[in-house]
């Protein structure tokens, strides 16, 4: 079965200055899903990597891309238990 991963990534602000942020549901392919950002959405900041239950697996920014189209195993970064936000 092919993992699939849940993005959040920033891609601007809105007029009022809070975070434009969009949400892809089914990304497959880490490397390619940044240069789509770095195409469609060249303001964009970060992106939040998830599983399918939500749970933060990776971050990644425009200058720190991930260099892979899936987590390695044994990848690791630490980060506390939150809830995405979704917009």
């Known amino acids: 079965m092919e993992i699939k991963y849940r993005v959040v990534a920033k ?3 809105l007029p009022n200055g809070q975070a434009k942020r969009i949400t892809y549901l089914h990304v497959n392919n880490l490397s390619s899903f940044a240069r789509f950002l770095d195409r469609e959405h060249p ?41 995405p936000q979704h917009y």
């Open 11 to 13: 891609v601007g602000n």
């Open 43 to 83: 303001t964009w900041a970060y992106m939040n990597v998830f599983d399918r239950e939500w749970n933060r697996l990776a971050s990644f920014t425009k200058k720190a891309k991930p260099l892979f189209a899936k987590i390695p195993e044994g990848f690791s970064q630490s980060f506390e238990k939150t809830q």
